[in-house]
């Protein structure tokens, strides 16, 4: 079996038979992964505090071609970002940007992906409780763009026409973004995007959380990115961590 020995991290765990644990990872050299943690329940010497949500580490995995499960020989943790679990808004948040990670990514190597998850853990665990919802914003927008379906906000999603940056346009999901006058006219649905919002949007792409949202523009934001993500998944399923932190009021 090839070993694969790649930086990752934990973005879910659960429980296997007796003593395993499965985790679901974000690698940079293997991509998404689903690996099997023997014995990781009867003692916390082989993988230490590896088998928790969010750690960080230099993982081996062995990797059996058309298996969906690898199997995971160690896990050297080198962040445990214990701070995230300190609160709720935090915990939520990165839930979030881990099912986003999770229901996204494919398995094979995306460095950029993995710096931009690592970079919005990382923000989250350090931002201060009432910036945690725009830091899980801005990292989930920077994981969309890393995954290569950044909405369009400066030209027209339909006809590429040049948008006034100082104008307040549809954003229609379907259209994969902002809209003209014209095509908003025509779309069957969408979005008012108010300047303040679209550039909030713009900073949330590059990562950048930018000032404090009131409370109002929190919720129009998270609801925006559910029905973004909601347009581009195929399989149905709802985004059940992205909405337990939309309905969460902390
Ligand atoms: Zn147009």
Known sequence: MP??????????????????????????DGGVRSALAKGARRSSRRFGSA????????AQLYVKPGRDLDTLSAFDVTASRAA??????????????????????????????????VAALDNLATAPAEAALATTLAGAWRIVSELGFAPALDICG????????AATVMFS??????????????????RVLPPVARDALRHFLEGDAGVPLDDASSRAHQRLLREFLGEHLTDGRPLQAMVLWEEQRW
């Open 173 to 190: 999901h379907r259209a994969g973004g902002a809209l003209c006058t014209r095509c908003g006219r025509l779309a069957p649905a969408g």
């Open 51 to 58: 088998v928790d949500l969010f750690a960080q580490g230099s």
């Open 84 to 117: 995230i679990a300190g609160d709720l808004g935090r915990f939520a948040g990165a839930s979030a940007i881990a099912e986003l990670t999770l229901r996204f990514g494919r398995d094979a190597a995306d460095s950029s992906l993995y710096d931009a998850v």
């Open 158 to 165: 339909d006809c590429h026409a040049p948008l006034d940056a």
């Open 3 to 28: 070993l694969l020995a790649t930086e990752a991290v934990v973005l879910h765990a659960f429980d296997y038979l007796e003593s395993s644990r499965i985790l679901r990872l974000v690698t940079r």
